[in-house]
């Protein structure tokens, strides 16, 4: 074994970078409209982990590593499982009690948190982190734990094989450099536009470039050699106006950018991790004087208290917003909980994370539990009761995780369709029996890809409009087009059976978890719709936003059809920036016409499902009759 880690200097400067950090993510879990790229903060942890790591593990002199590998991973150990153990169990636990309809999904996000694996196998059942349509898992957060935990184990082992092989720490670090721009350039390879990017997003491989531009900077700008001697004021001026300026670039992202932004996948998130990188060499050196306002005691408390923080933040806001507040947040609901997390951080920094990483696990087993039962009578009471909590705590979790305890019985989906044709292609069935079996469709708990069901049926609007007396050139809304074509996802799933029964010549292609890249495909297949005397209804952007090429190439096929484009009521970060986005081009051509959804929908929850996205029967009327009356509005003008 090799001798003892050095330390190395406390920087509260680097607690007020945490702290804006974990207050960007929160901020963006929280749908502020203004913390768009608040997502970013989780940049700043990866390449301030990368930082300080390295800077543990080198030597202030030479190129000889004089830390102890078994050491070096009990302190990690030490430092980052005991909380996060915690949490997961209450977690879980608490699904147990009181959510029990996640518990099915709970129990692989669970194992694969415990064993620091969840990134990979959200990346393998397609969970997206920009979405939380099919039950929200309140341990989705832990993704970016399961990368660092995974650096903690391969990195030292690497560095010091690396000093080894290249003997000088300025050679090594160019090697770590372009190993780093590799990690983006996959990155910028796998990622695909219009598409989710949570496989780049998720991915150790596409993210490893953020913690090795940390340790790059170690290597280059070693912690333990800064000093403020020998500095000219000059030098001083200009890395206080450089600080100000990787601080101010970094709020700028956080209020701007947005996960939708391609260039962020081909390069942007490297160009962030720079600027990261600049902004903690700054605030680093002793001569800072941002690092001494980030020295602001209310910062320090914060970037502290930063890991529970961040632990603790997306359960609770996950388990404690109600799914139609999604995206529109209600402020005392955001303030209570943020109390709620910060409390909880407290109390697991004071007797959880501080005393096991000072004193290790048997001190700390000793000082709260009773060891010894014959000493029952003569311990206090508070040791007393988490000595019975303790055990009955994880009879629940094993109960749970093994299935024991099963979750809330859910009906069966078979019947419903996951890919609906109506007038079109035939799938297993005729366009007819389709139309049939959605009438008698009844709404199942949960779609595959989409979320929660409501279990009512799908109740179909009857009314079919008339002929206006008054006006003999009025057509009745079945008549006013040749053809009809409706394309969407789940949403027109829902409404399919009742635009069928007004308009029983419509061509329906609806499918759930379609996306406008998708639905591009489609074009050949319904060229014949691209004439005047035609409408062409399109229901997308429930699932996630799309590029603008995408969206203009969807459209451009149809340019000689009336075009009526749904907007979109979906509680999710992306809502206004889709409607936005259809509102535009509604504006910008004569031929297309925006079906407002979201302004009748926005106040009436009771329109839809337990998800906050599909239809009970009044939705489905609701949104049938506006579809059905602005057509008529607009063959009327």
Not at 97 to 117: A, H, M, P, Q
Not at 175 to 194: D, E, R, T
Not at 209 to 227: D, H, N, S, Y
Not at 561 to 573: F, K
Request: aromatic share 12%; charged share 15%; with cysteine.
């Amino acid at each position: 074994m090799l001798g003892k880690t050095l330390n190395h200097r406390h920087i509260p400067g680097l607690d007020g970078i945490r702290a804006i950090a974990v207050l960007s993510v929160i901020a963006y879990h929280f749908n502020f409209s203004w913390a768009g790229g608040g997502f970013l903060g989780v940049d700043i942890f990866f390449v301030l982990s990368g930082y300080l790591i390295t800077s543990t593990i080198l030597p202030v002199k030479g190129t000889g590593i004089t830390l102890s590998l078994g050491q070096f991973w009990i302190a990690r150990i030490r430092r980052l499982l005991p909380a996060a153990y915690v949490m997961i169990i209450v977690t879980f636990v608490w699904v147990m009690l009181f959510n029990k309809e996640l518990l099915s999904n709970l129990r692989g996000d669970t194992v694969s948190s415990i064993f620091y694996t969840s990134n990979w196998w959200f990346i393998y059942h397609e969970l997206s982190y920009f979405d939380s349509f099919a039950a929200p898992s309140p341990l989705k957060n832990l993704w970016s734990l399961a990368i660092e935990e995974q650096f903690y184990i391969i990195w030292p082992v690497l560095l010091t094989v690396g000093l080894f092989i290249f003997k000088k720490q300025s050679k090594l670090s160019i090697f770590i450099f372009i190993s780093a721009l590799c990690s983006a350039m996959l990155m910028s390879i796998l990622y695909q536009p219009g598409m989710d990017p949570s496989r780049v997003y998720y991915g150790t491989d596409t993210r490893s470039f953020e913690l090795l531009i940390g340790c790059w900077l170690a290597l280059v700008w070693p912690m333990k050699r800064l000093t403020s001697k020998k500095l000219s004021i000059e030098h001083v001026n200009k890395l206080n106006i450089t600080s100000f300026i990787a601080l101010g670039t970094f709020i700028l992202c956080v209020i701007f950018v947005d996960e939708y932004q391609g260039f962020l996948y081909r390069g942007g998130m490297f160009l962030v991790c720079i600027n990261a990188a600049i902004l903690i060499a700054c605030v680093c050196h002793p001569v800072s004087f941002l690092g001494k306002l980030l020295s602001w005691k209310p910062l320090c408390w914060i970037g502290s208290r930063s890991y529970g923080i961040y632990l603790w933040h997306y359960p609770i806001m996950v388990l404690g917003t109600p799914v139609h507040e999604i995206g529109d947040p209600v402020y005392w609901r955001v303030g209570l909980q943020m109390v709620v997390i910060l409390s909880i951080a407290e109390l697991s920094y004071r007797f959880i994370e501080t005393p096991i990483r000072k004193r290790g696990f048997r001190s700390y087993y000793r000082q709260y539990l009773v060891i010894d039962l014959t000493k029952w009578t003569s311990v206090s009471f508070g040791r007393k009761i988490t000595t019975v909590l303790l055990p009955l705590v994880l009879l629940v979790f094993f109960t749970g995780i093994t299935g024991v305890v099963g979750e809330e019985k859910k009906d069966s989906m078979e019947s419903y369709p996951t890919h609906v044709k109506i007038d079109g292609e035939p799938q297993t069935s005729s366009s007819k029996d389709l139309a049939n079996n959605l009438e008698s469709t009844t709404l199942e708990e949960k779609s595959p890809d989409d979320g929660e069901r409501s279990g009512n049926s799908v109740v179909q609007n009857n009314e079919t409009p008339q002929k206006d007396n008054n006006n003999p050139s009025v057509k009745p809304s079945s008549e006013a087009y040749k053809g009809i074509l409706a394309i969407g996802d789940s949403v027109m799933i829902d409404i399919a059976s009742s635009l069928h029964k007004i308009y029983p010549t419509i061509t329906i292609d609806a499918k759930i978890g379609r996306q406008v890249s998708q639905a591009v495909k489609l074009v050949p297949s319904y060229s014949n719709f691209n004439n005047q005397d035609n409408a062409v209804i399109i229901q997308l952007g429930t699932n996630g936003y799309f590029t603008n090429d995408q969206i203009n190439t969807l459209l451009g096929a149809f340019s000689n059809a009336h075009l009526y484009l749904i907007n979109a009521r979906v509680p999710r970060s992306w809502e206004s920036k889709v409607n936005n986005a259809l509102s535009k081009i509604a504006q910008e051509h004569d031929n297309i016409t925006l079906i407002d959804w979201h302004s009748v929908a926005i106040d009436h929850p009771e329109y839809f499902a337990a998800d906050g996205v599909h239809l009970v029967p009044k939705g489905i009327e609701t949104l049938t009759d506006l579809i059905k009356q602005t057509i008529i509005n607009n063959t009327h003008k």
